[in-house]
C-alpha cells in the first residue's frame, strides 16, 4: 500500500474504503472488455493494422525457420574439406559440400569447382554465391521494417479520423450524449494502441532476425576466407 493510501486510511476511513471499491470496480470492468468489441470499435483502420499483424507474424515465423536452419552445421565441416583436399580427394569434398545443407557449404563447394582456375576467379565466384546467399537470407525483412513504421501511422490516423468524427459530433449536434461521441473517442484510443503494438513486433521482429542473418553471414565469411587460406597453403 503506498504512503498515500496509508494516509487517506488513516484520516478518513470511510473515503479509503470509497476509493477501494471503485478501484476494485475499474479493475473488474477492464478485466470484463472483449477484446474483438475492441478491434470493432476501433473502425476501417483497424483492417490493415489486421492484415499487417497476420503477415508481420507469418513472415517472423516463417524467415526464422529459415534462417536457423542455415545456421545448422556439421560438425567439423571445414575440416574434413581441408582432409579430403590436402588428400587429393576433391569429389569427396565436393560431395560433402552438396550433402550439407547451409549457405557456408554452397560457398565453399562453388569455390572447390573452380579449383585450377585463377585465385581471382574463385574469390569471385565465391563472393557471387555469397551474395545470392545473403539475399535469400533477407528476402521479406524489409516488409517488417516497413510494417514496423507504416502501423503506427496508420494507427495515428485512425486517432484522427476518429476524434474529428467526434468534434463533428460536438459542433453538429445540441443535446448531445455521451455515448454519441464516446465512439469517436473509442475508435481514436483502440487504432492508437492497436498502431503501436504491431508496430513494436515488427520492429521487434526484425531486429531479432538481421541479428540472427548477421551471424550467418560472419560463419559464412568465416569459411570462405579458411578455405581461401586453403588453397593458399605452400605446396597447394
Same mark, same amino acid.
Given at each position: 500500500?503506498?504512503?498515500?493510501?496509508?494516509?487517506?486510511?488513516?484520516?478518513?476511513?470511510?473515503?479509503?474504503?470509497?476509493?477501494?471499491?471503485?478501484?476494485?470496480?475499474?479493475?473488474?470492468?477492464?478485466?470484463?472488455?472483449?477484446?474483438?468489441?475492441?478491434?470493432? +470499435? *476501433? *473502425?476501417?483502420?483497424?483492417?490493415?493494422?489486421?492484415?499487417?499483424?497476420?503477415?508481420?507474424?507469418?513472415?517472423? @515465423? $516463417?524467415?526464422?525457420?529459415?534462417?536457423?536452419?542455415?545456421?545448422? +552445421?556439421?560438425?567439423?565441416?571445414? @575440416? !574434413? @574439406?581441408?582432409?579430403?583436399?590436402?588428400?587429393?580427394?576433391?569429389?569427396?569434398? #565436393?560431395?560433402?559440400?552438396?550433402?550439407?545443407?547451409?549457405?557456408?557449404? #554452397?560457398?565453399?563447394?562453388?569455390? =572447390?569447382?573452380?579449383?585450377?582456375?585463377?585465385?581471382?576467379?574463385?574469390?569471385?565466384?565465391?563472393?557471387?554465391?555469397? !551474395?545470392?546467399? =545473403?539475399?535469400?537470407?533477407? !528476402? #521479406?525483412?524489409?516488409?517488417?521494417?516497413?510494417?514496423?513504421?507504416?502501423?503506427?501511422? =496508420?494507427?495515428?490516423?485512425?486517432?484522427?479520423?476518429?476524434?474529428? !468524427?467526434?468534434?463533428?459530433?460536438?459542433?453538429?449536434?445540441?443535446?448531445?450524449?455521451?455515448?454519441? =461521441?464516446?465512439?469517436?473517442?473509442?475508435?481514436?484510443? @483502440?487504432?492508437?494502441?492497436? *498502431?503501436?503494438?504491431?508496430?513494436?513486433?515488427?520492429?521487434?521482429?526484425?531486429?531479432?532476425?538481421?541479428?540472427?542473418?548477421?551471424?550467418?553471414?560472419?560463419?559464412? $565469411?568465416?569459411?570462405?576466407?579458411?578455405?581461401? +587460406?586453403?588453397?593458399?597453403?605452400?605446396?597447394?
Amino acid at each position: 500500500m503506498s504512503a498515500l493510501a496509508v494516509l487517506i486510511q488513516e484520516s478518513n476511513p470511510e473515503v479509503a474504503e470509497t476509493l477501494a471499491e471503485g478501484a476494485g470496480e475499474v479493475e473488474k470492468m477492464t478485466e470484463r472488455i472483449p477484446v474483438m468489441e475492441l478491434v470493432m +470499435d *476501433g *473502425g476501417w483502420a483497424m483492417i490493415p493494422l489486421v492484415i499487417l499483424s497476420i503477415l508481420t507474424i507469418y513472415i517472423f @515465423v $516463417e524467415r526464422l525457420l529459415t534462417i536457423n536452419k542455415s545456421l545448422k +552445421d556439421e560438425k567439423d565441416f571445414m @575440416v !574434413k @574439406v581441408k582432409d579430403y583436399l590436402m588428400d587429393g580427394k576433391v569429389d569427396a569434398a #565436393r560431395d560433402l559440400c552438396s550433402q550439407t545443407n547451409n549457405p557456408a557449404a #554452397r560457398m565453399v563447394e562453388k569455390g =572447390i569447382s573452380r579449383i585450377g582456375k585463377p585465385m581471382r576467379d574463385i574469390v569471385s565466384s565465391i563472393e557471387n554465391v555469397g !551474395k545470392l546467399e =545473403i539475399y535469400q537470407l533477407e !528476402k #521479406r525483412l524489409s516488409f517488417l521494417a516497413t510494417a514496423a513504421g507504416v502501423a503506427p501511422m =496508420i494507427g495515428f490516423l485512425g486517432t484522427t479520423l476518429g476524434m474529428v !468524427k467526434t468534434f463533428f459530433a460536438l459542433k453538429s449536434e445540441t443535446n448531445l450524449e455521451i455515448g454519441t =461521441i464516446s465512439g469517436g473517442i473509442m475508435e481514436a484510443m @483502440v487504432t492508437t494502441v492497436a *498502431g503501436l503494438v504491431v508496430g513494436i513486433i515488427a520492429y521487434s521482429a526484425y531486429n531479432y532476425l538481421v541479428a540472427k542473418v548477421d551471424k550467418v553471414i560472419h560463419t559464412m $565469411e568465416g569459411a570462405s576466407i579458411e578455405f581461401l +587460406d586453403l588453397l593458399n597453403e605452400p605446396g597447394k
